[in-house]
């Protein structure tokens, strides 16, 4: 059996790939995909994180602030340093990386939390009580 990817109609993305292996083919826009997908929502009370990082531990991540950048570290620990195995195709590994976060003024740095489950590490930075206040402004 024969699996075939189907495509309606090429992205944006799509095109630029064709065009990066086609002229400028270096083997490295095949490897880049070595820092996870993140989504970043904003709730009422809270800005969440939602980092992509199937197949670790809670402990392999680092978290640091430092003047409004929250960074997100993933450094592989001596121990997870294996001799490469010889793939016929590799399409997912995760190399050491760091995801940086501008930390709006209206989040409350100090209480940050962070838990890991299922494959995705979530964020969450919860607003300061008076950029959560709301009003209803009346039209004259």
């Given at each position: 059996m024969t699996i075939i990817r189907m495509k309606n109609r090429p992205t944006l993305s799509d095109m630029l790939d064709n065009m990066l292996e086609?002229?400028?083919?270096?083997g490295f826009e095949r490897k880049c995909g070595c820092v996870p997908a993140t989504n970043i929502?904003?709730?009422?009370?809270?800005?969440?994180?939602?980092?992509?990082?199937?197949?670790?531990?809670?402990d392999d991540f680092k978290l640091e602030i430092e003047n409004k950048l929250l960074s997100i570290i993933?450094?592989?620990?001596?121990?997870?340093?294996?001799?490469?195995?010889?793939y016929l195709q590799q399409e997912f590994h995760m190399d050491e990386f760091t995801r940086s976060f501008t930390i709006p003024?209206?989040?409350d740095a100090e209480n940050i939390k962070a838990r890991y489950d299922n494959g995705i590490l979530y964020v969450s930075i919860p607003k300061m009580e008076k950029a959560r206040l709301s009003k209803q402004i009346k039209v004259s």
């Open positions: 086609r002229n400028f083919n270096t929502l904003e709730k009422e009370d809270v800005y969440q994180i939602e980092l992509a990082a199937p197949g670790m531990k809670k993933f450094e592989k620990k001596e121990e997870d340093k294996q001799e490469e195995a010889e003024e209206t989040a």
